[in-house]
């Protein structure tokens, strides 16, 4: 397994972006495809982005156009560039790894989960 810790969170206001970063601890990031989901409050953990160890994609549709995942396995780090924000955005961002898929949407295919981090847009 991979340990992960999540930053960039923040607040932003409307139309702004922010980037995520997600460092793993361990040798073996690069086998691993890596993911986003995020938690609203009062709502359940949803799928943002996945992208596999060789870079393949997949996007919820909420989100596709105005966010990007991307990785960097020399640094064992994923990112989540996201721009054009807008309130419903808002939620706790989680980083998530597994090896058996990266465009899952259920959250109990995911093996490895970090704390997360918070993003708050104003409107």
């Known amino acids: 397994q991979v340990q992960l810790v999540e930053s960039g969170g923040g607040l932003v206001q409307a139309g702004g972006s922010l980037r995520l970063s997600c460092v793993a601890s361990?040798?073996?990031?690069?086998?691993?495809?890596m993911g986003w989901f995020r938690q609203a409050p009062g709502k359940e953990r949803e799928f943002v982005a996945g992208?596999?160890?060789?870079?393949?994609?997949s996007y919820a549709d909420s989100v596709r156009g105005r966010f990007t995942i991307s990785r960097d396995n020399a640094t064992s780090t994923a990112y989540l560039q996201m721009n054009n924000l807008k309130a419903e955005d808002t939620a706790v961002y989680y980083c998530?790894?597994?090896?058996?898929?990266?465009?899952?949407?259920?959250?109990?295919?995911?093996?490895?989960w970090g704390e997360g981090t918070q993003v708050t847009v104003a409107s």
């Open positions: 998530a790894a597994d090896r058996t898929g990266y465009k899952s949407r259920q959250t109990d295919e995911w093996n490895c």
């Open positions: 361990g040798r073996t990031f690069s086998s691993y495809h």
């Open positions: 992208i596999s160890w060789r870079g393949s994609t």
